[in-house]
Structure formats: C-alpha cells, structure tokens
C-alpha cells in the first residue's frame, strides 16, 4: 500500500498523545547502528530495567561493531550473565564479525543484508533501520502485534501484522510513530487494557470486547513463560555461571549441581545443549569452558536467524 505524507487523524492522534508521554530510555537518545542493534538485541525477553545498566556497560566496553568483533567471545558471555538468554550474546558476536567480515565494520542498512546477520530476525532488522535510519517501516514487537490485532478486530498472521504496520507509518515519521506504539502497547494497550482515551481506532474496543481477545490468537503477541526456578534455562544459566572462572571437569560440575533437584542425566543434558549452541566447549581431557573464538571469520557462517 502506498504511504501518503499527509497524517490521517487517526495517526495525529496517536502521535500528539504519545510523543509527549514517551519515556525516556538511553537508546532512544543515538541513531548509532550498533548502539540500536545492541539495545535490540538485549531487550528480547528481558525487561527494560534491566537493560539500561547493562546496555551502557556494554557500550562502554564495546562501543564499535569492530570493537566487539575483536573481543574474545567468551568476554561477551561473562558480561551477558543476568540478561538471561545467552546464545543472543553469541550472536551478536556473530553479528560484529559478519558486519566487519562483509560490511566494513558498518552494520548494514538495508533489510536483506540485516536479516542475513546471524540471529537477526525481522524484528530486530527493521527495529535498526526505523531507530537507526528512519526507514519508514512498521516494527511489530509483542507489544505492537497486540495493539494491531485488537484495531484489526482479529487475530493475525506474522504476514499481516507486518503488512498492516508497514501501510500505517507515516513516511517522514518513523522513529517517532514507532517508538510511540510501542510504549501504547507497553503502557496502555496491555494484556489488560486502559483504553480510556486511546487515539487507536480499535475495532475490538468498538466492538465492545467480544471474547476471545483478538490478541491472544496472533503472531508475535508473547505467552506467559514458564518458571524460571528448576527449569532447564536455569540450569544452562547455573553452568555457565560456574565456566566464567575458568574450565571445568565434568566431576567438579556434576559436585556444584547435581542435587536434590538436579540429577546427572539432566547435568548431562545441559551440557550436551550448550556445547551444541556453541555457548560452551567440550575439551578432550574432559573438562569444559566457555569459547573463546579463536577460530575467527569462518564462524559467521552461522545463520540462525530468529530472536
């Protein structure tokens, strides 16, 4: 569909109620690439709080792509500990490497070769081309989704929540419509929805909010996780937190973990998995630690794409 310059009254609503309430988060302060991919990249399924301590530490440490591209892997990994997720942190790595590897220490600015970056999803590309860029293309995060199927009036696919997001940004302003539904679906549009007020022509709330809620039955509109405490992610966290001293012998970790509610099968298990996601390194006298990356350029051929 093509984008008109002219705001409909709908989007001069949405903006006039929302670029004044917009919070104040340290990413939105850059047009940096990295800085953006960096912020992007931690706040999949990590809260904001979170992140913003972390985000500036890591900047401080790695304020280039060629900077984190230089740095042993296994730095990266240490300094991700509490973000949760770790395998974002490898590819991020990953990403720094292909970006001096094939762009000349630069990240890239166009949707293919974004998307080509390892672990870079269509989120993550389009959220560094509007927040970096300006690209007039709609960013469809859990939030957005939500508040895109509840205007729709139904649930969409991942195809049709990008397709309807793309056709309502206007043109000449991207980073600020895209910021600006994000923090609605964050702080309004939520789960449980304050619609008293809402700029949004929602075809849900017009409707009177029939059951079931349009947004429980979209693409990209998150579900509540499972328990951390006992779970499996636990556990890989628990091992790695034990690597980033130093390596390992299997007995000395099967010491620190297996218990009352860790038996070795599952130790074994993690290990197995981490040593698969390239998180960990099995070495042959049997003990185990985090990767250094040595092995350089060849590793970018990983292409996992995905968040």
């Given at each position: ?43 999949q399924?990590?809260p ?24 042993p ?32 220490g ?11 970056l ?43 929540a ?44 017009d ?12 693409a ?31 007995a ?20 197995d ?35």
């Open positions: 569909m093509a984008l008109t310059r002219d705001l409909t009254a709908e989007q001069e609503a949405v903006l006039d109620g929302g670029m004044p309430r917009l919070r104040d988060l340290p990413w939105r302060r850059t047009r940096d690439p990295w800085a953006v991919l960096v912020s992007e990249v931690m706040l399924q990590t904001v709080a979170r992140v913003v301590p972390r985000w500036e530490r890591f900047l401080d440490r790695w304020p280039t792509v060629t900077d984190a591209a230089d740095a892997l296994r730095d990266l990994l240490v300094d991700w500990k509490g973000l949760g997720y770790p395998r974002r942190a490898r590819y991020l790595w990953l990403s720094a490497r292909a970006c001096v590897d094939r762009h000349g630069s990240v890239p600015s166009t949707l293919p070769d974004l998307l080509a390892p672990g870079v999803g269509p989120y993550t590309a389009r959220a560094v081309m509007a927040f970096a860029g300006g690209s007039a293309v709609g960013v469809v995060d859990t939030n957005i989704a939500r508040v895109l199927a509840r205007r729709a009036g139904r649930g969409l696919t991942a195809g049709a990008q397709e309807l997001a793309d056709a309502w940004v206007p043109r000449d302003r991207a980073w600020e419509w895209n910021q600006v539904l994000m923090d609605l679906g964050a702080t309004r549009c939520r789960p449980i929805p304050d619609c008293d007020g809402c700029p949004v022509d929602c075809a849900w709330r409707a009177g909010f029939p059951d079931p809620d349009p947004a429980q039955g979209s990209g509109v998150s579900r509540r996780q499972a328990p951390f405490a006992g779970s499996d992610r636990e556990l890989r966290g628990r091992v790695l937190d034990h690597l980033s001293d130093g390596p390992r012998s299997r000395s970790l099967e010491r620190l973990l297996v218990g009352n509610t860790v038996d070795p099968q599952r130790l074994v298990a993690a290990l998995g981490l040593v698969r996601d390239g998180l960990v390194v099995a070495n042959r006298d049997d003990t185990f630690d985090l990767p250094r990356g040595e092995t350089g350029p060849s590793e970018i051929s990983v292409t996992a794409h995905g968040t």
